[in-house]
């Protein structure tokens, strides 16, 4: 299998005709059009065997997680997704490898309705980087820095599980793979509507993929204010409080990462139109604070200080 039958045999097949689309795979490089009064959203992620996953992950798993990550930068931006190119690094030519790791890109791509238009194709240690190109009407994207004092903090779904998840992945590994913990580690959802859906209504939007406390600092930061995070608030699964305990529970929804749920910044008087407009996504919101004057993000529970016992995410490496 030399390069071009490759690409031919496993990525032609995640490249279709879309809105826009001049020229795909094939040719020197890709050109599309968007739409008019849109401006284009870039961002790119790289996975690398060893680092990002565990070694022998499973490569459906693999794609999966290079989708999402990519897709919820995008919704975090609250743009939707168009165009994607893929560069593979590969130790070496597996077929089955491959086709279960195309397969199952070429379903996240598909139903995020982002055609694959390029790529790169190398030889070398596993390394896969999606890059994801999306659009949003000029001016309107959600950035990290719209926040103010007095907005509320608002989350989507629940936190915590994914950090549940890593901990079975790397336990037990993919034994039970409908163990909903693990699969909001090895397929999380992006919330690609929803970022869309909260363009204009929210202020600030950053996806969570580093843990909450991490991630809603990079808001305040940017937003040069501060945040107060109620931890009797945090939207916790069942699951999660079954697995591993109340306490536990909150620590993995405060510092644990790639939730890849949306947090946001939201007036108060904006918070019904937001809640209305998440349930039309599928997708619950929870209010767990607000933003204040100052800096840095402090946690309380019900009224009294709340120190957490880490703020950073333990990441796989
Ligand atoms: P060039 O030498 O001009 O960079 P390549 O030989 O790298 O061209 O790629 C040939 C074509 O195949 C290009 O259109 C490129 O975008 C596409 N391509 C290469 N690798 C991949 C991949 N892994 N997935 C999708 N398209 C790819
Ligand atoms: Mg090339």
Redo the contacts with the bound molecule.
């Keep these: 299998v030399d390069?071009?039958d490759?690409?031919a045999r496993y990525?032609?097949p995640?490249?279709f005709a879309a809105p826009g689309l001049e020229l795909?795979?094939?040719?020197?490089?890709?050109i599309f059009t968007l739409p008019p009064g849109e401006a284009l959203v870039v961002t790119v992620d790289t996975l690398v065997e060893g680092v990002h996953f565990p070694v022998d992950f499973p490569p459906a798993a693999v794609a999966s997680r290079l989708a999402a990550v990519n897709l919820s930068d995008l919704a975090a931006m609250g743009a939707t997704p168009r165009y994607a190119?893929?560069?593979?690094t590969l130790p070496q030519v597996e077929p089955d490898w491959l086709a279960a790791f195309a397969d199952a890109l070429g379903v996240a791509l598909a139903a995020a309705g982002m055609s694959?238009?390029?790529?790169?194709?190398t030889r070398g240690p596993l390394t896969l980087t999606l890059q994801a190109m999306g659009s949003v009407p000029v001016g309107q994207a959600l950035t990290r820095g719209g926040a103010r004092p007095g907005d509320l903090v608002v989350v989507s779904g629940t936190l915590g599980d994914a950090r549940a998840g890593l901990d079975l992945a790397l336990a037990t590994p993919w034994a039970d793979a409908d163990d909903p913990l693990l699969a909001r580690f090895v397929a999380p959802t992006p919330r690609v509507a929803l970022g869309c859906a909260l363009r204009g209504v929210a202020r600030a939007a950053i996806d969570v993929s580093d843990g909450l406390l991490a991630d809603l600092g990079h808001i305040a930061a940017r937003s040069r204010c501060g945040a107060r995070v109620d931890v009797g608030r945090l939207p916790l699964s069942a699951a999660l409080r079954a697995r591993v305990g109340l306490a536990t529970a909150r620590e993995f929804a405060l510092a644990g990462g790639d939730d890849y749920e949306l947090v946001l910044a939201v007036p108060p008087d904006r918070l019904a139109e937001a809640a209305q407009r998440a349930r039309g996504a599928g997708v619950s919101l929870t209010v767990i604070g607000e933003f204040v004057a100052g800096a840095g993000v402090e946690c309380h529970d019900a009224g009294q200080a709340f120190v957490p016992a880490a703020r950073g995410y333990l990441h796989f490496e």
């Design positions: 390069e071009f490759l690409i990525f032609q995640l490249a795909g795979i094939g040719d020197d490089a890709a190119t893929l560069a593979l694959l238009v390029g790529g790169d194709t």
